[in-house]
């Protein structure tokens, strides 16, 4: 192959190379400044260098020379230096000694230390999909980004600075590859071993079990004294095979570990979580004492389905509908009509409707809407 022929294969090459790598090389980009731990920094900073090293190794190739051969040499090497640094300070997913905060994987998968999105701390993750989900979700602008980013931000940096929250890592490898790996985060505020306390059964949305809801829900259980439990499965589509066997499994490890109340026991759904309650109901309708709905898929279809089932007749459990009026992925209207058929057909139902509020409530109003629950469950549970 003459000169002018091979340049125009590495024009071609480059070509290509640039467009797959220009998505990451942008994130790289953004993250650097913007990174909430010098973590992200030297996360971005490798990626940076991954991407040199390619075109750099094809140049050392062709030129042959000392200093070709140098520079891909040199980057490769501080890939890998950084690569080590990254994974040596990156927690091993396991709590702290004595720390009453649960991390568990109850089946054969175990915590992914190495994996690509755990190296990167979660916070400095939410950071990044803030800008960048603009360019790839229509329902998120500049303006929504923004803030999201002012809501969950201040959070992260709290529960962050907390080393408990800090060992636990980031499970959001595992909701990337859709993959479930029977795992479960779960907190019992301290009570007598011989006591047997309620327990809240919480279902997050898509794009996996963010540890700040886990957060937020043992700020709950310490208030309340509930036992809470938070189960993964992949990304959050609950409606999937093995969704209604993530619930189950977490609820009875609860109960035998935990020592939860088995008839005090509420199953919650954030989002797409929802889709995880309804089903999670009917498949077992006596497991429950009550329904949660937070800015969620409501498939009332599938509850009256149950309540048709169940050996008493009707529908047996009361339900909590909280959910914003501005709420652009799941509207307010298909809410009410559910909540209108649900009524119609004998089910105890409750609304809090948030003006103003969109989808993210959960975040913006956590204190008030954790409140409203739980005042709800005391009610429920007398």
């Known amino acids: 192959m003459d000169r002018a022929s091979r340049r125009s ?3 071609v090459l480059g070509s290509v190379y640039g467009a797959l790598t220009l998505f990451p090389a942008l994130g790289a980009a953004i993250l650097l400044p913007v990174a909430e731990t010098w973590r992200g920094r030297v996360y971005a900073t490798a990626v940076f260098c991954l991407l040199a090293l390619p075109p750099l190794i094809v140049r050392a190739r062709i030129l042959r020379g000392r200093s070709a051969i140098g520079l891909a040499v040199g980057v490769g090497a501080s890939f890998g230096v950084l690569l080590f640094v990254l994974y040596a300070a990156s927690p ?5 000694a004595g720390s009453p905060l649960r991390s568990e994987f109850l089946g054969d998968a175990r915590y992914r230390r190495s994996a690509v999105a755990t190296l990167l701390p979660e916070i400095d993750q939410v950071k990044l999909a ?4 603009p360019a790839i979700d229509p329902i998120i602008d500049h303006a929504a980004g923004r803030r999201i980013r002012d809501m969950t931000m201040p959070k992260y940096r709290a529960m962050e600075s907390d080393p408990e929250f800090a060992a636990l890592g980031t499970v959001l490898a595992d909701a990337y590859a859709d993959r479930d790996a029977a795992h479960l985060f779960a ?23 963010f540890k700040a ?9 310490d208030r309340t004294g509930m036992i809470v439990v938070c189960p993964s499965f992949g990304f959050g589509n609950w409606n999937q095979p093995g969704g209604i066997e993530a619930i189950e499994r977490a609820r009875a490890w609860a109960i035998a570990t935990l020592g939860a109340d088995a008839s005090r026991v509420f199953l919650v759904g954030l989002s797409n979580g929802g889709t995880g309650v309804t089903r999670g109901a009917r498949a077992n309708p006596g497991a429950y004492r009550g329904l949660v709905f937070i800015s969620g898929v409501v498939e009332e279809q599938i509850l ?5 089932d169940a050996e008493a007749g009707g529908l047996r459990w009361p339900m909590l509908f909280i959910h914003g009026d501005r709420d652009d992925r799941i509207p307010l209207q298909d809410v009410t009509y559910s909540t209108t058929r649900l009524r119609a057909h004998g ?3 409750d609304e809090w409707f948030l003006d103003d509020e969109d989808h993210f409530l959960f975040f913006h109003r956590d204190n008030e809407v ?4 739980a005042d709800w469950v005391k009610h429920i549970a007398q």
Do not use: C, Q
């Open 187 to 209: 907190y019992a505020p301290s009570h007598d071993s011989a006591e047997h306390l309620p327990m809240i059964v919480f279902l997050h949305g898509s794009a996996g079990n």
């Open 370 to 373: 954790l409140d409203r629950i």
């Open 347 to 349: 089910a105890i139902v």
């Open 213 to 221: 809801y886990f957060y937020l829900w043992k700020r709950f259980a």
């Open 130 to 133: 803030t800008y960048v989900a």
């Open 9 to 11: 294969v590495l024009l």
């Open 304 to 308: 009256l389905r149950a309540g048709k």
């Open 92 to 96: 091993d997913g396991r709590p702290l």
